[in-house]
């Protein structure tokens, strides 16, 4: 798990600011959950992390092909 995927899971807000400050990179999918961070977050209710991600140019359908673990919220 990615210190990125680790915060939008837990939702600590805090360190997805820190990392996006030093520009990780916010599409990277976890291949254990087949999710990318915005994706946790928003199945985590983390509506601040999926906001700032969005920001940051994070994709809520970007998967690489691969079908993901779970449904995702509409």
Known sequence: ETPLLSACRR???E???CLINHRVNVNRVNRSYML???QMAALEGHAAIVERLFRAGAD???NKGREPAG???P
């Open 11 to 13: 939702g600590v807000l």
């Open 15 to 17: 360190v997805v600011e």
């Open 36 to 38: 990318v961070p915005i």
């Open 60 to 62: 809520i359908n970007f």
């Open 71 to 73: 449904k995702y919220p």
